[in-house]
C-alpha cells in the first residue's frame, strides 16, 4: 500500500504556489482525508481563548469532518441514485450544496487561524508596498477592509486574483457566495456572529480591529508571494 502527502494547492494549482493550504491523504492514488493544517492560536489581543476553542477546534473541525463525509456519500452514490439528481431537491444536490459550503467552509478557515498570532505590523513587507501603490494610503485599505467586513455577512477577504494578476477585497455572504474562481484568499476575516460575539457582542467593527490588531503580516506576505509568483 503506498501512502503520500497530498496538497489540495498541488492538486489544483500546481505551478503557482508551494503553498499548503489543505492536507489530506492519498492511498493507493485515491483520494482519503482531509486534516486540520491551521493550529488554534489561542488567546490573542482581544479574541479570547475560548472564542477561538470553538471557533477552531469545533467549527474549523466540523468543515473538514463534513467535507470527508461528503466526499465519501458520494462514492457510495448508485447509478440509479445519480440519475435522481434535480435542480429543486435531490440528496446529490444536497451533497454538492454542501460540498462547497464545507470546502470554502475548511480553505478560509485554514488560512483565518494560519495568519493570526501577529503584531498587526506590516512594515517591511512586500504586500505592504503594493497595498499601498493600489489603495494610496494604508488607512484608506484599513478603511475599505473594515467596510467589506462591515458590510459582509460572512467573510472580507484580500485576495490576489488571477484574472488581473491584483489584490482585491471581495465581500462573501456565505462560505459558498461571493468568492470569486481564480482568487487566492490571503487576508480572511471572518465576520460570523461566532467569530466576535462572546468578546465583542454586536460590536462587529471593535472585533475587526482587534482582527488587524493580530495579523502575523509575514505570513500573509508568504501566502502573497507564493499566490502571485
Ligand atoms: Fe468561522
Redesign the pocket.
Given at each position: 500500500m503506498v501512502i503520500r502527502e497530498f496538497t489540495i494547492k498541488t492538486l489544483i494549482c500546481q505551478s503557482v504556489s508551494p503553498v499548503v493550504l489543505s492536507k489530506s491523504l492519498i492511498i493507493n492514488d485515491t483520494l482519503m482525508a482531509y486534516e486540520m493544517t491551521s493550529p488554534n492560536p489561542g488567546e490573542l489581543a482581544g479574541i479570547s481563548a475560548k472564542t477561538n476553542e470553538i471557533?477552531h477546534d469545533k467549527?474549523y473541525a466540523g468543515y473538514v469532518t463534513k467535507r470527508n463525509e461528503i466526499t465519501e456519500k458520494q462514492k457510495s452514490f448508485t447509478d440509479e441514485q445519480l440519475s435522481a439528481a434535480n435542480q429543486i431537491f435531490s440528496e446529490w444536490r444536497g451533497l454538492k450544496e454542501g460540498e462547497t459550503f464545507a470546502t470554502n467552509g475548511m480553505i478560509l478557515?485554514e488560512v483565518f487561524f494560519d495568519i493570526l498570532g501577529g503584531d498587526g505590523n506590516p512594515d517591511g513587507t512586500t504586500i505592504k508596498d503594493v497595498i499601498m501603490n493600489q489603495w494610496g494610503t494604508w488607512e484608506r485599505f484599513v478603511g475599505e477592509f473594515t467596510a467589506t467586513a462591515m458590510g459582509a455577512r460572512g467573510w472580507a477577504i484580500l485576495a490576489f486574483d488571477r484574472s488581473d494578476n491584483a489584490l482585491h477585497i471581495y465581500a462573501a455572504d456565505s462560505q459558498n457566495h461571493g468568492g470569486v474562481w481564480g482568487a487566492t484568499p490571503v487576508l480572511p476575516c471572518?465576520v460570523?456572529e461566532?467569530?466576535y460575539f462572546i468578546d465583542f457582542g454586536s460590536d462587529r467593527k471593535g472585533y475587526i480591529a482587534a482582527f488587524l490588531k493580530n495579523v502575523n503580516w509575514a505570513r500573509v506576505e508568504e501566502r502573497f508571494t507564493a499566490a502571485s509568483r
Open positions: 471557533h467549527l478557515h471572518d460570523y461566532h467569530g
